[in-house]
């Protein structure tokens, strides 16, 4: 199959695996559907300067009556109000559930002749629930780069692996960009049985962006949790 992710940072659009409009409310349900028929497409405007949104970022945890860890969920706040989230972490008894739980850790360095090196590391709870072996896995990471002033969209992958590698030099130590994981599973393990999976996560590494890869969904799916909520640090 030959078959290349190569989107333009600029122009992407986005699979969103649940959103919410108000930030008090927070969906705690598990969405993983995220098939290339419902990418979305078309009425999307272009992500000029004057056009992209700022979204302020912060992780807010979830306890119990007990002061037990329930969720944690990264959100990101837009200037007119509206609250989305990729990123989120469910416990049992307090200990991270990895099989319900999708969110990507990020170690980054940066050196003094504006180097940028790190990996992504991706969890998703498909690891564990899509049935029938994986053909085809890659892992992509697409950063807005900025250097020498001049900007680009730059990509790197890896295969088969829930990590992907990066290194280049920006004139500052601000990361955007966009983190695909691309699947394809024999489901049936029979001919033509084979199925195409996208998840997508914008990535950034400062609390308050413009990332491009951040259109809110149409659709608004909330759920009141019983639970208190309390700002992660």
Known sequence: M???????ILLVSVILNWSCRNHSESKNEIISKSEKDTIIQGSKPNPTKTSLTKYDKKWVRYENLNGITLSEVELYISENGDTISWNR???????????????????????T?????GRITLN??????VKGPVKERELTVQFVNKYLGKKKAIVFESKNKNYVDFEFK??????????????????????????????????????????PALWPSPSTITSKPFSKERESG
């Open 124 to 129: 998703l709870e498909l690891d564990y629930t």
């Open 89 to 111: 972490k469910i416990y049992e008894n307090g200990v991270l559930d990895l099989t319900k739980s999708n969110f990507y850790d990020m170690d980054v360095k940066r050196t």
């Open 2 to 8: 030959n078959k290349k992710i190569n989107i333009s």
């Open 113 to 117: 002749d504006s180097l940028i090196k």
């Open 170 to 211: 920006n004139d500052n130590d601000t990361l955007i960009g966009l983190l695909t994981d691309y699947r394809r599973v024999d489901i049936l393990q029979q001919p033509d049985s084979t199925r195409m999976i996208w998840s997508k996560f914008p990535v950034d590494n400062k609390s308050s962006t413009n990332n």
